[in-house]
């Protein structure tokens, strides 16, 4: 057994000098107690090694942060909130800091949910008719029977004759200032101010005896509407001169074939096409006006260029077999 380590005193000699850190390292140096050194504040950061590059903190405070409504990990969250868009989860601030957690999907779905209840709800009403039959949303129990009878009858049924044509190109103008419920109620009128739009008659007329008191024709249109159907009414005649007949003409953008839709819903139904635009482009070119591409497009689903029944409603099934009779 190995005997206790000696206590030796301390006498006044060894009290003056002890070893101390130096900047060089761990090495004896013998420096007087009674005369410290102060050592520079730059000299002691030399000995100072980092394994671990801090992050840099924001010059913001914790109070300050927290009364801007800024939350502590939003900076660090940032970075990855872009890979995290496609999840259904998201993260949100409001205006307190605090972080919400909602799912990103459920203001889609609902949105999607109240237009398919109110798609299912319309389709509901349009089959309260006393025949049992189900129409296009557009036209409901309550409507006027003289629109009902367009639908049923004359919308999307394909048009060939020359006169018929014109005056389904002229109403579908006359959409910018009337709607279809009054120009069907004023049709009569119509074709007797326009005698039964026939494009040779109407292109004799002049813009004075259109306009004038005796005729009525200012009761129905603006002067500029009337003035177009005139202008139109002369293209029309040099369509016919250059290829035998407009409905020969007009017939040609579709292949002598009327496009059948397959909508099954209203909000499914567009404004326009690029066949319409294309349409529309040419008899700008030609000298028409007022056949913007929503007016053409409006006047190939009266004419039954384009076949835009609901494919719930009973004209769908029956406009494709006319077309397909040719009757």
Known sequence: MSAPPRVRSVDSSDREFRSVLGPAGNKLQQKPLSKPVKKPVAEKTKNLTFTEKMPQCSPL???????????????????ASSSCESSPLSMTSTSSGK???????????S???RRNLTEERDEKASDCFCDGRKRCAWITPKSDQCYIAFHDEEWGVPVHDDKRLFELLSLSGALAELSWKDILSKRQLFREVFMDFDPIAISELTNKKITSPEIAATTLLSEQKLR?????????????????????YIWNFV????????????????????????????????????????VIYSFMQTAGLTNDH?????????????????N
């Open 310 to 326: 609901l494919t719930c409603c009973f004209r769908h099934h029956d406009c494709m077999t006319k077309d397909e009779t040719g």
């Open 111 to 113: 949105s999607s949910l």
């Open 228 to 248: 177009s159907i005139l202008e139109n009414a002369n293209q029309v005649c040099k369509i016919i001169g250059a290829f035998g007949s407009f409905d020969k």
């Open 61 to 79: 405070s914790p109070p300050i942060l927290r009364r801007n409504g800024i939350s502590m990990t939003a900076s660090y969250s940032s970075d």
């Open 255 to 294: 292949n002598q074939k009327p496009t059948q839709s397959q909508f099954r819903y209203p909000r499914q139904v567009p404004v326009k096409t690029s066949k319409a635009e294309l349409i529309s482009k040419d008899l700008v070119r030609r000298g028409f006006r007022s056949v913007s591409p929503t």
């Open 99 to 109: 972080r919400v957690l909602r799912r990103s999907g459920s203001v889609s779905s």
